[in-house]
């Protein structure tokens, strides 16, 4: 195996090019018919803060309130980015982005240090014992899958592993 981290457009590329074999990738949208997929788990984005913030106590939080704060996001081919983007467009709010970065040892570190706010799937901020993920309302879920081209043929680790998925019952 060799893992390849990147923004959910540029794997996508990749796989089109042939230079992956499977893809794990969030989505909310139904893959084209020229993919096939396997649905994972359901995961919820949440809004990351410092253990010292002075929202610590709060269960939940509007992205209108976010406007203001000091935003870290992942690169703007990530899923998350665009995803949360488009809620701050929707309420036709401009959000005040500080940082774009690809890594997620650095946004961690950032809203640690309370550099600003940052967003990412629950299971991750509840990883970090310096993190707080507060729920965005309405809450921001997204769907992660493992996908792969149908057309092109299949090789035995591929299929193998494709099975493997499959009897796990995630």
Known sequence: FSITESGQSALIQQLDKNELD????????????TYQSI????????????????????LSIAITELEKEPIILFSK????????????????????IVLNTGQLSTICNAVIHKLGVGFMFRQIAEKNENMIGISLQPPMTTQLSLVWQKERKNFYARSQFIDYVKSCNL
């Not at 998350?80 to 701050?88: G, P, S, V």
């Open 22 to 33: 499977l893809l794990i990738i969030p989505h909310n949208s139904p893959f084209l018919s």
């Open 39 to 58: 649905p994972l788990m359901q995961l919820e984005i949440v809004c990351c803060i410092s253990k010292t913030h002075s929202w610590a106590g709060k």
């Open 77 to 96: 081919d990530f899923f998350h980015t665009k995803y949360i983007l488009d809620c701050f467009r929707e309420k036709k709010l401009i959000p005040n």
